[in-house]
Nanobody, 121 residues
Framework: QVQLVESGGGLVQPGGSLRLSCVAS????????MGWYRQSPGKERELVAT???????NSLDSVKGRFTISRDNAKNTVSLQMNSLKPEDTAVYYC???????????????WGQGTQVTVSS
């Protein structure tokens, strides 16, 4: 009922920048929290950054000062501006949204399909 589609991944050199975007579509009444997670081979998926509908943010310590999460509530989109990228940022990045399809319905977690970010010279 809710689909998330990410875009913006790719290959970048260390120190470079990328901007990830995610758009949510379908039957959406409201989205509480949107966020970005990442997973690299052999590691568990980890939270990168989240943002509430009111604009409150939370992020992984290792990306503070380098990554910025933003959101457009009217368009149901969330973006992640990634600067000063490091090889250890290499991972598949996933978008997540806690959304509900009606005013009285529960919130469910929805995930995108992921987009690859590779930081390498």
């Amino acid at each position: 009922q809710v689909q998330l589609v990410e875009s913006g991944g790719g290959l970048v050199q260390p120190g470079g920048s990328l901007r990830l975007s995610c758009v949510a579509s379908g039957t959406i009444f409201s989205i509480a929290v949107m966020g970005w997670y990442r997973q690299s081979p052999g590691k568990e998926r980890e939270l990168v950054a989240t943002i509430t509908s009111g604009g409150s943010t939370n992020s992984l310590d290792s990306v503070k000062g380098r990554f910025t999460i933003s959101r457009d509530n009217a368009k149901n989109t969330v973006s992640l501006q990634m600067n000063s990228l490091k090889p250890e940022d290499t991972a598949v990045y996933y978008c997540k949204a806690n959304a509900r399809v009606s005013a009285s319905g529960p919130f469910f977690q929805y995930w995108g399909q992921g987009t690859q970010v590779t930081v390498s010279s």
